[in-house]
């Protein structure tokens, strides 16, 4: 009696114990990273990628954004007093997208006016495809990251079901186990790298909108300047 008791008592209890172990294990980050296998190595280099380009694009557009409130009068100034050549060094020492794009309407200063609309908006173009320069990269990863946690998804559960065939009748939950693990966790990843991208993305695209408003104020706030001498 004292043996079936001693028996069952480690039959209740081993569960118990791989259970609880089996529970710390799910929830250790790295090993369920490690179990989405090989498609996980595209999935984390696209996640590098876009963190850089994020970070790279918006210092890049934080400089262009930098606005000074005096720079617009002092270049009126300039032109009110002829004084072209205090007016060109003032946009070059500025040195932002809106800076480039009066210079080069001060340089076209003496043409019709149709021209220097055109230089400043062929310059305006100019600058703000530099601003949006690896967009394409953090676009892509919004697209393609979900499509590859998925193909990894495909891949696990194929190689699940696999595993299930060749083990044939004795085929058991540890079996599946393996697949199991790489289909969710890729597709978990995909979806992660992919949301996280398109909201960089949107972000930066709002940012880069907002400089381009600025562009065409300071552009239009140009015109009307150049037009003042003509109207007295």
């Not at 209890?13 to 595209?42: H, N, Q, R, Y």
């Not at 199991?180 to 991208?197: D, N, R």
């Not at 949107?202 to 706030?221: G, H, I, P």
């Amino acid at each position: 009696m004292n043996i079936l008791t001693t028996i069952l008592a480690d039959v209740a209890t081993t569960p118990i114990v791989e259970v609880a172990e089996e529970s710390t294990k799910e929830f250790d980050l790295l090993a369920l990273t490690m179990k989405g296998g090989i498609i996980m190595i595209p999935l984390l280099l696209l996640s590098v990628l876009a963190i850089y380009v994020f970070f790279e694009r918006w210092s890049a557009i934080r400089k262009a954004a930098k606005a000074d409130n005096t720079f617009m009068a002092r270049i009126k100034d300039y032109i009110h007093e002829g004084d072209i050549s205090s007016a060109r060094n003032l946009c070059k020492k500025t040195n932002t997208p809106y800076a480039r794009l009066i210079e080069k309407g001060i340089s076209r200063l003496g043409r019709p006016m149709n021209d220097v609309l055109v230089a400043i908006e062929n310059t305006g173009n100019i600058e703000i495809a530099k601003l949006e320069k690896n967009f394409p990269w953090l676009a892509t990863t919004a697209a393609g990251a979900p499509m590859i946690g998925f193909l990894g998804t495909v891949s696990g559960m194929v190689r699940a079901f696999f595993n299930m065939a060749e083990a044939g009748g004795s085929a058991d939950i540890t079996t599946l186990s393996g697949g199991i693990y790489e289909a969710l966790v890729t597709t978990v990843a995909g979806l992660v790298v992919g949301i996280i991208a398109l909201f960089a993305y949107n972000f930066l695209v709002a940012k880069v909108d907002a400089v381009v408003r600025d562009l065409e104020s300071k552009t239009m706030e140009f015109m009307d300047l150049i037009n003042e001498p003509a109207q007295k």
